[in-house]
């Protein structure tokens, strides 16, 4: 959480700055702040502000530096004021930091620090600490110094005062990437913040220090040999990473999801079979697999529940998914024999990337479904297999989660030929509807103003369920989370038959109750679970493929779905889910993109 960009170069620094930190601002959007060398000289100015990136611009007024750091925040430590707004200054030192650091009490007592701070958060503390080991002469020995006594999660930028024009970054865990071209040298927490001016760019390494001039970039590790940096390349531009017309990316990106599928299953397929050999996963990571353990987050995670329902069904084989916040203290049962895919978009969620590498102190099958590439679960996992989503800027996840899924969806037909599960002809059939899975979802957008229309019925709605049975039920809990987050409505995710065993009791005139009823198997059983909350008061808007059952004493609203095989239901309903949540949100006048509290990157614990 928290965006960081830095640059110094032959251009205005403030308008870099300020740009960069409006593309960076999904990471947080509590405060904003710029520091920047004062004339190109030996003062540092800060502007800062509770408030977005707009607030800041409001404050900024002076263009006459040409190196500089900027940041906005998600608060961890403090709340949200201009006290705690980074960059912080202390002495010599200017600062701004992604991460925490966990003993920032003990290095205030240890080096006597209290006496320079001002605000409540872990990032002055360090701030302190760089200026109390600064000698007045050389940076690079303070950053040396200091990083070590460090415990937690950290990227900095920093600038020392006497030091005009350049600017110093090290980092641990939380991520950083840079680039060196002919405007200058940039810094961020993500490629967004400086594409427009380079395409090439590599990942900070940890514990590295980097030295930032006009003229380019120097790597040092903590003993003083230089570092190369491994330098890589983007194939998509800044159009992919701006709204593109629409009125919010989250709108862009729910449209985007036809093409985003597309893109992420054809490399993969070969005479219309999966074929991950692109993705230098072997067919031996599938062998012997006993038992598949999954693991992420949020919607992530509940890409992993639709992961689950297909591949215990398809395989017989015992499928877990996990919290990974949870996973480490849950005694997992992982064997060497044990296949652990994490799931993740940004590749930086910290809970995720634990249980990685937890899971890889036991089984050396782990795989990664992620979306950024060269993040650090891609890097650090056994096998990594990229989604194309490209970039996901609204906070709320949608294309990544159909991504996500459709990664499941190869996975689990390779597994099945692997292991005898399914035969070839069968594997045909699968891959072939998972090919016309774009298309389907392209009929369903159309129906955006019926959605937009139903949703009217959802704003003064104060609570809201979601039920459904089997593979609807893991796609309710993601309907829910998404109405949640972005409209600030209570809502809940039930399996259909458990709502009777004390749930039902919430349902009374007029509650909002969406239910999913795509499974023929579960059908018969989740239409009467359906009548149960509809005789007791309930607004029922049901998403089904079968058009017969429209009649007033199961529904209020019912939106067909274009009919596909039940397995594949799920891509075409869950458009309809994000949609709702869309509609709602807006309706309510709230910003999509960026819900209250939230930050898109979540590298804290
Ligand atoms: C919800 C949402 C979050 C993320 C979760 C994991 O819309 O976006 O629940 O899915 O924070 O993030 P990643 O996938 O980056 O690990």
Same mark, same amino acid.
């Given at each position: 959480m928290c965006g960081i960009i830095g640059f110094t170069g032959k251009l205005e620094a403030q308008d870099i700055l300020l740009d960069g930190l409006e593309k960076l601002e999904y990471r947080g959007y509590d405060s904003a702040g710029i520091a920047y060398f004062k004339e190109n000289k030996g003062k540092i100015s800060t502007r800062k502000t509770a408030g977005k990136v707009k607030d800041l611009r409001a404050i900024c007024d002076d263009n006459e530096s040409t190196c500089g750091i900027g940041h906005t925040r998600w608060a961890t430590?403090?709340?949200?004021t201009n006290a705690n707004a980074h960059p912080h200054k202390c002495g010599n030192v200017a600062l701004i930091h992604n991460g925490i650091i966990e003993n920032y009490h003990e290095l205030v007592s240890s080096y006597d620090?209290?006496?320079?701070?001002?605000?409540?958060?872990?990032t002055e503390v360090a701030a302190a600490l760089f200026n109390k080991l600064?000698?007045?002469?050389n940076p690079i020995e303070a950053i040396k110094k200091a990083v070590p006594l460090f415990k937690g999660s950290f990227a900095f930028c920093i600038m020392f005062?006497?030091?005009?024009g350049i600017i110093y970054a090290v980092r641990n865990v939380s991520p950083m990437v840079a680039a060196t071209c002919e405007e200058g040298s940039f810094i961020a927490s993500d490629l967004t913040a400086f594409i427009q001016y380079s395409k090439k760019y590599f990942i900070v390494p940890e514990y590295t220090i980097l030295t930032m001039t006009e003229s380019g970039i120097t790597l040092t590790d903590l003993d003083g040999t230089n570092v190369e940096p491994e330098f890589l390349e983007v194939n998509w531009d800044i159009t992919a990473a701006q709204k593109d017309g629409y009125p919010t990316f989250m709108l862009k990106e729910i449209n985007e999801q036809p093409d985003a599928i597309t893109r992420t299953i054809t490399p993969r397929i070969a005479d219309g079979l999966p074929d991950f050999s692109a993705d230098n996963i072997p067919d031996s990571l599938f062998e012997n697999c006993r038992d598949i353990t999954i693991v992420a987050c949020g919607t992530a995670m509940y890409a992993g529940m639709v992961g689950k329902s297909l591949m215990q069904e398809m395989l017989g084989i015992p499928v877990t998914v996990a919290i990974a916040s949870e996973f480490r203290y849950e005694h997992p049962v992982i064997t060497e024999d044990s296949l652990v895919i994490v799931v993740s978009q940004?590749?930086?969620t910290i809970d995720t990337l634990e249980a990685l590498r937890l899971a890889k102190t036991r089984t050396q099958k782990t795989l990664a479904i992620v979306?950024?590439?060269?993040s650090t679960i891609a890097r650090e996992s056994n096998y990594v297999l990229y989604t194309?989503?490209?970039?996901? $800027? =609204?906070?709320? %996840?949608t294309k990544a989660y159909t991504v996500q899924t459709a990664a499941f969806y190869l996975i689990a037909c390779k597994l099945g030929l692997i292991q005898d599960k399914i035969s070839k002809d069968e594997a045909h059939e699968f891959i072939g509807n998972l090919q016309n899975v774009s298309n389907n979802i392209t009929e369903v957008l159309k129906l955006s103003e019926n959605v937009e229309r139903l949703t009217k019925r959802m704003l003064n709605a104060s609570n809201t369920f979601f039920i459904g049975r089997g593979i609807d039920y893991t796609l309710s809990m993601e309907g829910a989370l998404k109405l949640k987050e972005i409209s600030y409505i209570h809502a809940e995710a039930y399996a259909a038959g458990e709502?009777?065993?004390?749930? $039902? =009791?919430?349902? %009374?005139?007029?509650?909002?109750v969406i239910a999913l009823a795509t499974?023929?198997?579960?059908y018969s059983k989740v239409i009467s679970n359906i009548r149960e909350v509809k005789a007791r008061g309930a607004y029922v808007i049901l998403l089904s493929m079968?058009?017969?059952?429209?009649d007033s004493s199961i529904c209020d609203t019912f939106i067909s779905l274009p009919k596909v095989p039940d397995r594949f239901a799920i891509f075409e309903a869950v458009i309809i889910l994000q949609m709702i949540a869309y509609f709602t949100s807006v309706g309510k006048g709230l910003n999509a993109d960026q819900p209250r509290n939230l930050a898109k990157s979540v590298t804290v614990e």
């Open positions: 430590h403090g709340g949200v620090l209290g006496k320079d701070l001002i605000s409540e958060t872990d600064y000698d007045g002469e005062k006497n030091k005009p940004s590749g930086e979306n950024v590439k060269g194309h989503a490209g970039p996901e $800027i =609204a906070v709320a %996840s709502l009777k065993h004390g749930t $039902i =009791a919430l349902i %009374s005139e007029g509650v909002p499974q023929s198997h579960v079968d058009e017969n059952i429209t």
